[in-house]
């Protein structure tokens, strides 16, 4: 199976898409992943990138996941602007595209609320899987105060904040 995965830093923080490629080596399935992904870019930036057009219609990927620029967000139009390029190609394709929703700054917990609601509109919209990895970030912090999902720079995710993305996503993909 492939995988692409398609944000920012987000995303290639810690090598998540390698942790993805673990875990579902840890459960049987042979992943292969690929990543493109630009520090501080939205999905806007991806939409306009040839190289992104030419590895979704070209890649023969099974999943690929999406990942919005995240603090700021930006403006929700420019975000569905963007996923209805994405998607045109996508939906060109054998692949099955997946939102991956973000978390909100640490000391902005309540814009959580916004991202949430974007996120679930554009997979609704688009007809695609979400992986609500900022709503599951906030419960994890609740639930588990003492383990910090958040790196030193406080904005990206620590190795535990990673391991949370990649166990959000995989369990959002229907792998067979």
């Not at 830093?9 to 942790?19: A, F, I, L, R, W």
């Not at 406080?154 to 391991?163: I, L």
Request: aromatic share 12%; hydrophobic share 40%; charged share 30%.
């Amino acid at each position: 199976m492939k995988t692409l995965f398609i944000g920012n830093s987000h995303t290639y923080y810690n090598d998540m898409p390698e942790m993805f490629r673990d875990i579902c080596k840890k459960n049987g399935i042979d992943m292969h992943v690929t990543m493109l992904t630009k520090g501080g870019m939205g999905l806007d930036y991806h939409a306009d990138n040839e190289q992104t057009r030419f590895n979704i219609l070209y890649g023969e990927y099974d999943y690929i996941i999406l990942q919005h620029v995240a603090h700021p967000m930006g403006e929700l139009s420019v975000m569905d602007e963007a996923m209805g390029k994405i998607m045109e190609w996508i939906r060109q394709t054998k692949s099955k595209a997946c939102l991956f929703m973000t978390w909100a700054m640490e000391e902005d917990e309540a814009s959580q609320k916004e991202m949430k609601d974007r996120y679930r509109y554009l997979a609704d919209k688009y007809n695609c899987l979400l992986a609500p990895v900022g709503e599951k970030w906030w419960e994890h912090i609740h639930k588990y105060p003492e383990v910090d999902l958040f790196a030193a720079d406080r904005r990206h995710a620590s190795n535990e904040g990673s391991m949370l993305i990649v166990k959000t996503i995989f369990e959002s993909l229907d792998i067979k």
